[in-house]
């Protein structure tokens, strides 16, 4: 099982040529060899480019991407070669956009719909679409819960989720058992940590935290990743608040070494 780094967790130090130089190699030097590519907004041929070179002249591999949908869906055949001069094999869609309501089922079951069709025209490129969760598609509309609708209309051959395991935490699942349950539907893994600050005397607060440095049982969680032999598992950290990001992510990825 190998160990990427989503790139979303760096946004605000990929915003120019020179950044994404300095922060690449910075990441690469931690040891990171693979990463997702996340938090560049829309993708042009002007950043792929960049990307491409530097990730390139670096020895890093881009396994996955985020990709808006509505992007995806109105300038296919451009994210098609997006992808192809990346040489990456996953697209991920990040969240359930605009103009989808999140509070209606027959969106939900309108966007897989969408979601089916896009990973069946990706098929024939070597592309595989893979869907992102967070936690309003476990907010129950009535008595259904939207991942449901997600789980039980995708076309598994084509398209598959990427679950993240800070969102599945924090929606009140047990992570594991939601990957166990839906192992042959899942290629890649957003690991997180989730700790609580102590907001005032009444109020806690989940916060995002470096691998192994909150409450979840990443030791277990991590063993058993391993044991069902996933290809990936990549590392984010939504946010540092405050803290050097290199330090976290550098903590995350020597966590997980020792496991």
């Known amino acids: 099982m190998k160990v990427a780094l989503q790139l979303y967790s760096l946004r ?58 509505n992007q995806l869906r109105d300038d296919f055949d451009q994210i098609v070669k997006y992808h192809q ?26 966007f897989v719909f969408e979601m089916n069709k896009m990973a069946k ?27 449901d609708i997600i789980t039980q209309n995708m076309v598994k051959t084509n398209l598959s989720l990427e679950p993240d395991l800070y969102w599945l935490q924090f ?14 539907s899942i290629d890649i893994i957003h690991i997180k940590d989730m700790k609580i600050k102590q907001h005032d005397q009444w109020v806690s ?23 069902m032999d996933f290809p990936y598992i990549i590392v984010e950290q939504d946010d540092f608040y405050g803290a050097d990001p290199l330090v976290e992510i550098i903590n995350s990825l020597k966590f997980i070494q020792k496991i």
């Open 12 to 69: 605000d130090y990929i915003k120019t040529e020179d950044d994404i130089r300095t922060t690449l190699t910075q990441v690469k030097a931690i040891g990171y060899d693979i990463v997702q590519l996340s938090g560049i907004g829309k993708f042009t041929q002007e950043k792929v480019d960049v990307f491409d070179k530097i990730t390139k002249e670096l020895g890093l591999e881009i396994i996955a991407t985020h990709v808006d949908f």
């Open 85 to 110: 001069q990346l040489g990456v094999t996953y697209i991920g869609i990040g969240s359930m956009p605009d103009p989808y309501d999140r509070r209606n089922l027959t969106h939900y079951q309108d």
């Open 121 to 147: 025209k990706l098929h024939p490129f070597g592309l595989k679409l893979v869907y992102h969760n967070h936690a309003f598609e476990f907010a129950k509309i009535g008595t259904f819960l939207p991942m």
């Open 171 to 184: 929606a009140g699942l047990n992570p594991l058992e939601f990957v166990k349950k839906h192992k042959d």
């Open 205 to 227: 607060v989940p916060q995002f935290a470096s691998i192994g440095d909150g409450n979840m049982d990443y030791q277990h969680i991590i063993k058993e990743l391993k044991n």
